[in-house]
């Protein structure tokens, strides 16, 4: 129960913090664990790496970004990546499509939604 806690702890520190360089050291301190132990529970317990997580929280902010019309340039150092390549690599490692390819199935889909009631998220993967 307790490890449960200190894991919480730490995933509320990566989601008042995506925008931010946070690491596993970090993450590990905020939950009285080692590197390696924090590592291997909080994938255990959420069912990805920290960094994993991370990347996925900066990827779903980057998407409301976007379909409120933040330029990808601008999105990209609002949740926290390096630039827009790195932006770009991981949005299309997480969701399957540039940033580019979202926008434009975004405007085809338009007025569509998805289970999580935002336009076209989980229906462009």
């Not at 995506?18 to 939950?31: G, H, I, M, N, R």
């Not at 790195?86 to 969701?95: D, E, T, V, Y």
Request: hydrophobic share 40%; net charge positive.
């Amino acid at each position: 129960m307790k490890q449960s806690i200190s894991l919480n702890a730490a995933r509320a520190f990566i989601e008042a913090h995506f925008d931010e360089p946070v690491t596993l050291a970090q993450l590990a301190a905020l939950s009285a664990l080692s590197v390696s132990h924090f590592a291997t529970v909080f994938r255990q317990q959420y069912g990805s790496s920290p960094y994993r997580y991370l990347c996925r929280l900066r990827i779903q902010r980057a998407q409301t970004l976007l379909l409120e019309g933040v330029p990808g340039s601008v999105v990209a150092t609002e949740v926290g990546f390096f630039d827009q390549s790195h932006f770009g690599r991981h949005f299309k490692r997480c969701c399957g499509m540039t940033p580019s390819t979202f926008m434009k199935r975004a405007a085809a889909n338009a007025g569509h939604t998805d289970e999580c009631g935002s336009a076209v998220h989980a229906r462009l993967r």
